[in-house]
């Protein structure tokens, strides 16, 4: 089945940029996500990408695909500590019926 | 309803009882999808509805675990005989779209403590 593989944490300093890891098996994901779990708080979907594109903006936040290598990035640009929470990478499954998540990121900002 | 609305959102239970939890997905929604999540880990797909058919079970960990969405709105994730590995978030997801996941919006879930 699909495996995804996140790196565990990441620390930064307020104003720096983020960039989150992903790498994932399944090359046949239409749509690839982004998903941001905050303490107490449900999934939310932040950003996704088309499996076609190679690059997707969206305000602070920029996906990087390299669908050769199977890796997907999330940068956040100018980093606040509002976006201290938990990031996860999310294709879909060989069937296309679900959404594998990994682990995920934690993203600690400090100030 | 405005959004994925999960009962009970704490529920404690002894090894051995059987447990229901309840997940009322957003209006007109007709994808809905079962995760569970673990401390320290991501949503781990368990089963996919397409209307009132469950077009996926693939992520239904053994035969104790059983869902049903009888109107194609409403559905109940029913664990048999819980075991204490069975702790988790369950967490239920709804989605417009019909023919991939597309965006899923995600109830705040059911903890579910096994003592």
């Known amino acids: 089945g699909e495996d995804v593989e996140q790196s565990l944490f990441l620390s930064v300093r307020e104003g720096d940029s983020s960039v989150i890891n992903c790498t994932y098996t399944?090359?046949?994901?239409?749509?690839l996500y982004w998903y941001k779990q905050e303490p107490g708080a449900g999934l939310q979907l932040l950003t996704y990408?088309?499996?076609?594109?190679d690059m997707k903006q969206d305000q602070r936040l920029t996906v990087l695909l390299n669908k050769k290598d199977k890796h997907l990035s999330l940068r956040i640009a100018d980093t606040q500590t509002g976006d201290s929470a938990i990031y996860f990478c999310?294709?879909?499954?060989?069937?296309?019926?679900?959404?594998?998540f990994g682990k995920g990121t934690t993203l600690s900002v400090s100030s | 309803g405005a959004g994925v609305s999960q009962t009970p959102s704490n529920k404690v239970t002894e090894k051995g009882k059987y447990v229901e939890l309840r997940c009322d997905p957003i209006?007109?929604?007709?994808?809905l999808y079962w995760y569970r999540q673990s401390l320290g880990q991501g949503p781990e797909f368990l089963i996919y509805f397409q209307g009132t058919g469950a077009a996926d079970d693939s992520g239904l960990p053994n035969d104790r675990f059983f869902a049903v969405r009888p109107e194609g709105s409403v559905s109940t994730l029913k664990i048999q005989r819980t075991e204490r590995g069975d702790s988790a978030v369950y967490l239920c997801a709804s989605s417009l779209t019909t023919d991939s996941p597309g965006e899923l919006f995600f109830g705040e879930g059911s903890r579910l403590t096994v003592l």
């Open positions: 990408i088309f499996s076609n594109m």
């Open positions: 209006s007109g929604h007709t994808a």
């Open positions: 399944d090359s046949s994901s239409t749509y």
């Open positions: 999310a294709p879909a499954n060989q069937a296309g019926t679900a959404l594998i």
